[in-house]
Nanobody, 118 residues
């Protein structure tokens, strides 16, 4: 199983970025997906998740209204559209897969750095 993030980078506050996670080696349509972030010196936290069907999404309060998670089951990819970025969004972002959102995430990407300058 392999998950690989892309699309990170440096952006000014107020700008946008779109992260992509390409997956292989798993039955993509059977897994719920999530985006986690880990800021320097802090624990990793789940900020957005989407069910296997794509019908339900959830967001951390810190990103609600600014970030949107989506998936393309035909392409085995999922995405995180990040708008109105803030300096406090600076972190390493990880995509991950789980069999159900009330269970632990089993597979992880290597991480993508997002840096938001003020």
């Amino acid at each position: 199983v392999r998950l690989a993030e892309s699309g990170g980078g440096l952006v000014q506050a107020g700008g946008s970025l779109r992260l992509s996670c390409a997956t292989s080696g798993l039955w993509f349509g059977s897994y719920a997906m999530g985006w986690h972030l880990q800021a320097p010196g802090k624990q990793r936290e789940l900020v957005a998740s989407i069910t296997a069907s794509g019908l339900n999404t959830n967001y951390a309060d810190s990103v609600k209204g600014r970030f949107t998670i989506s998936r393309d089951n035909a392409e085995n990819r999922f995405y995180l559209q990040m708008n109105s970025l803030k300096p406090e969004d600076t972190a390493t972002y990880y995509c991950a897969a789980t069999t159900a959102l009330n269970k632990e995430f089993l597979y992880w990407g290597q991480g993508a750095q997002v840096t938001v300058s003020s």
